[in-house]
């Protein structure tokens, strides 16, 4: 009779607990990353800002890291199944994915940043960024730095949206320099956002070939450019967040993307109420900048623009341009 009391009251215990845990409503954010995160600091981003997010609104939280296609339909399912309340995914890859799934869960809200699906269900959100106005100021700086006046750019894969690295890259040199010329290579295969292998092949050809500073937008292959970089004595300009630490005295500058803030800023959204809601952000939002626009931090960032003042000043200004409308840079996704 004990033990079935016993038994019973832990029983009763369990519901009480889990009624409570129901009236609270307490979230379930789950980070879903299009593949490994490794040092793709893209990726780190993500995981770090949806834990901020969930800090914030006292959630529990949960990373599910992808490695395949099939992975990363199977997390999204995963994370449905265990009752998510907000998934977060970064990047294209997820576009079918949402499509489908969002429909069947309308209580659970999805957010997806660094690129948008068309008709959004209503609880689907997107974040992304104006990335073409900071590549437009690193090809400043490649035009004005550049001492055999040919310059390059590896992208990670030759599709729409990461052209909005390329082109203005090339747009923003011939601004300063009409001699430049520019060339542009793909790391594409199996592993376009994670080969530092291929894209240190692509960066070798281009410095075979004269250019004496590249562009690397090639998310986890990047490290392979700064290792040919090291190897070979040319400079580096690279994307996400300040790799100058990483390989110092060859890296320029780097675009900065703030996609930790740019989860919070859109998870405020979200829990405010919002629908289908959708926010872009660039220089002016702080969504997207350089180290060269960062006066309180580049003394110590190890980049080589801090010792460019005719540089800094030619990017500087062209900033304030467009973050004041005067100077337009337009995104390579919708230039046609």
């Known amino acids: 009779m004990i033990k079935r009391l016993a038994f019973n009251l832990g029983i009763l215990s369990f519901l009480l607990t889990f009624s409570a845990q129901i009236s609270l409503g307490k979230d379930f954010f789950v980070y879903v ?25 006292g959630a529990d939280v949960q990373t599910y890291e992808s490695s395949t296609a099939a992975a990363r339909r199977e997390n999204v399912e995963a994370a449905l199944n265990e009752g998510a309340t ?15 799934l969002a429909p069947t869960a309308p209580d659970v ?18 974040a992304v960024f104006r990335e073409y106005e900071a590549s437009y100021l690193v090809g400043i700086a490649a035009g004005m730095m550049t001492k055999t006046n040919k310059i390059g750019v590896v992208g990670a894969l030759d599709i729409p949206f990461l052209h909005r690295y390329t082109d203005p890259y090339a747009d923003g040199a011939k601004a300063v320099n009409p001699n430049v010329e520019v060339e542009t290579r793909w ?6 956002f994670g080969d530092p292998v291929r894209a240190k092949e692509q960066a070798l050809a281009m410095y075979s070939a004269g250019s004496d500073i590249i562009f690397t937008a090639t998310a986890g292959g990047d490290f392979g450019v700064f290792e ?9 300009l690279s994307v996400d967040v300040n790799r100058c630490v990483n390989a110092p005295g060859y890296i320029i500058d780097n675009t900065l993307k703030g996609v930790d803030a740019a989860i919070l800023n859109s998870v405020d959204v979200i829990k405010n109420g919002a629908e289908a ?11 997207m900048g350089l180290m ?3 006066p309180d931090m580049l003394e110590k960032s190890q980049c080589l623009i ?11 200004k062209a900033a304030e341009k467009i973050m004041n409308g005067s100077l337009e840079i337009k995104d390579p996704m919708f230039a046609n």
């Open 187 to 192: 790391v594409g295969g199996d592993n376009p």
């Open 306 to 316: 801090a010792e460019q003042k005719e540089v800094l000043n030619e990017i500087r």
């Open 33 to 57: 990353s299009p593949d490994p995160i490794g040092v793709n600091a893209f990726l780190q981003m993500g995981k770090t800002g949806t834990e901020a997010a969930a800090k914030k609104f």
């Open 109 to 126: 809200q999805f957010l997806i940043v660094d690129q948008c699906i068309q008709n959004q269900p209503t609880n689907v959100h997107c």
């Open 228 to 236: 040919g970089a090291q190897e070979n004595n040319f400079k580096v």
């Open 292 to 294: 060269a626009l960062k």
């Open 86 to 100: 907000l998934i977060v995914l970064l990047g294209f890859e997820f576009n079918d994915i949402v499509n489908e």
């Open 277 to 287: 809601s959708f926010t872009a952000v660039g220089l002016k939002e702080g969504g």
